[in-house]
Nanobody, 121 residues
C-alpha cells in the first residue's frame, strides 16, 4: 500500500483545511487508517483514526470537537476535515494504514509522506 497525503497549507487561526490521503492497493479498504502530526521539535503524535468500514472513529482529545475523519473506500481515500484551527495544530501531518498496536498507537505498517499545515495567529 502506498499513501500520499495532500491538502496542507497556510491558514489563519479559526480557519479550516481538508487533508486527503490517497492510497494505492486493493487492500486499502480493509485497513484502519490514521492521521498523525509532528510539530517542530516534538514527537509525532496521534490525531485521528478510522476503522475500515468508517463506523468507528478515534480522536485525540484536543481535536475531538474540531476535526472529522472520514473515508471513501470506493476512491481509496481518507480525509481529515480540520475546523477552528489553532496555532498549536501546526505541524507536518501524515496518514498511515494498518496499525500494529491499535488505532491510536504509533506503530503502523504503511506511512505516507507528510503535508505541512501552518496555522498563523
Amino acid at each position: 500500500v502506498q499513501l500520499q497525503a495532500s491538502g496542507g497549507g497556510l491558514v489563519q487561526a479559526g480557519g479550516s483545511l481538508r487533508l486527503s490521503c490517497a492510497a494505492s492497493g486493493r487492500t486499502f479498504s480493509s485497513y484502519v487508517v490514521g492521521w498523525f502530526r509532528q510539530a517542530p521539535g516534538k514527537e509525532r503524535e496521534f490525531v485521528a483514526a478510522i476503522s475500515w468500514s468508517g463506523s468507528r472513529t478515534y480522536y485525540q482529545d484536543t481535536v475531538k470537537d474540531r476535526f472529522t475523519i472520514s473515508r471513501d473506500n470506493a476512491k481509496n481515500a481518507v480525509y481529515l476535515q480540520m475546523n477552528s484551527l489553532k496555532p498549536e495544530d501546526t505541524g507536518v501531518y501524515y496518514c498511515a494504514a494498518d496499525p500494529r498496536n491499535g488505532p491510536q498507537g504509533r506503530s503502523y505498517n504503511y506511512w505516507g509522506q507528510g503535508t505541512l499545515v501552518t496555522v498563523s495567529s
